[in-house]
């Protein structure tokens, strides 16, 4: 039987599980707002994690983590502060990326930008 190809979201759950292994506390998935994603929501101790999991099968044009561009990266801040403007949160936050490649290869970028610059 053929398998078939794995979605965004199988990559999503499995970088949560990553990072669930690894201490971290879910607090949502897919947050959704008019100008932006958020993959997922964690807590690091405190620390608010807004986390981007990116899969590329190979590394041309720079791999997963390199395609978190400028314009990704401002639509991630945007959706952030959107995010903190209805859930009150007194502690800081920092965004994450989960770059994943072939042979189930991933990577943990902790605090991969900073909001301020976008």
């Not at 965004?8 to 669930?20: I, N, P, S, V």
């Not at 959706?79 to 042979?103: I, S, W």
């Amino acid at each position: 039987m053929p398998t078939r190809p794995r979605s965004g979201e199988d990559f999503e759950r499995q970088a949560c599980a990553y990072l669930t292994d690894r201490g971290l506390r879910l607090r949502k998935r897919n947050y959704r707002c008019r100008n932006g994603e958020i993959d997922l929501v964690m807590l690091d101790g405190q620390t608010l994690v807004f986390v981007e999991v990116r899969y590329r099968n190979n590394a041309r044009f720079g791999g997963a983590a390199a395609s978190v561009d400028a314009g990704k990266r401002r639509r991630l801040t945007v959706a952030a502060l959107h995010y903190l403007q209805r859930h009150a949160h007194d502690a800081p936050a920092r965004f994450d990326v989960v770059a994943m490649g072939p042979g189930e290869r991933i990577e943990w970028i902790k605090d991969a930008f900073p909001a301020q610059d976008h």
